[in-house]
């Protein structure tokens, strides 16, 4: 009625003088319910919305913890199996990842002793990946990692192509590539833990460091490793308070400053 001017439509259609008044008063009662229904809607609505918001936040956070107890509870029976509940067995287990952790952030450092071996192209076989277990592993994986200059690391995916062939053994963490790079192994990849804090390894308090800083992965197919770029190769190891000799291979690539490592390999 608004589009065709309420006050005079009533004037003009009205009998008399008080039934136009009566019918004024009646329709801003009208209009008056009217604001006062499409307020309580709109709170409706955005109370519901908030309702909704708040679920699938609880329900994101469930979700989450479900995965966390998961690989808590695959971490702990795998700690069992392999120390069959010896305490001196899982102290050696404890001792070998902190000597792991030391030299590769040693060896990030650039305290590692190296030669170097010459020229090599993208693609290029540089090492193989040590099958089981090894001195300073708890499996067959290649630790690869991107170093800027001053011994800062990147995440990895952020410069290896996506649409890779892989298999998330990690339990949830993200599996995001998004560059040009193409990969040191071979599809199919088993990619068993991601870059950064917030790997589901740190969070559900499996390892006892609090940063990851390259990614683990493994091939189905071959444990061959292949240069991601021109550059010159070099072939290092770091020995640690172990004792144990952790080997790695190092590319500093031609066309930038980068260099990539790659740990827990045989050359």
Known sequence: MSRVNAD???????????SAVSSYHYMQKIQEADRDLLVRLEKAQLDYQGEKIDQEVLQKEL??????????????????????????????????????YEAIQAIIAGKGQEEEVGKVSAGQRIATIIQGQSCNSN?????????????????PFNYLKAGISHQ?????????????????????????QGYGADTIAIRSHTVW????????????????????????????????????????????HADSDLDTLYLHINY
């Open 168 to 192: 998330d053994n990690s339990g949830g963490d993200a599996f995001n590539p998004s560059g040009s790079w193409n990969w040191p192994l071979d599809p199919t990849i088993k990619f068993n």
């Open 139 to 155: 499996g067959t994986h290649l630790h690869f990692t991107v170093r800027k200059p001053g011994g800062v690391t990147d995440n």
């Open 8 to 18: 005079t439509f009533m004037l003009l259609f009205s009998p008399d003088l008080e």
């Open 63 to 100: 979700e989450d913890h479900k995965k966390i107890l998961g690989f808590q509870k695959a971490a702990k029976n795998e700690l069992l199996r392999v120390t069959k509940n010896d305490e001196k067995k899982y102290q050696q287990l404890l001792a070998q990842s902190r000597a792991e």
């Open 209 to 252: 460091y609090n940063f990851h800083n390259g990614v683990d992965i493994s091939s189905l197919s071959s444990s061959e490793v292949r240069a991601i770029k021109d550059g010159t190769l070099y072939r290092g190891s770091y020995s640690g308070s172990s004792g144990c000799r952790l080997r790695y291979v190092r590319v500093k």
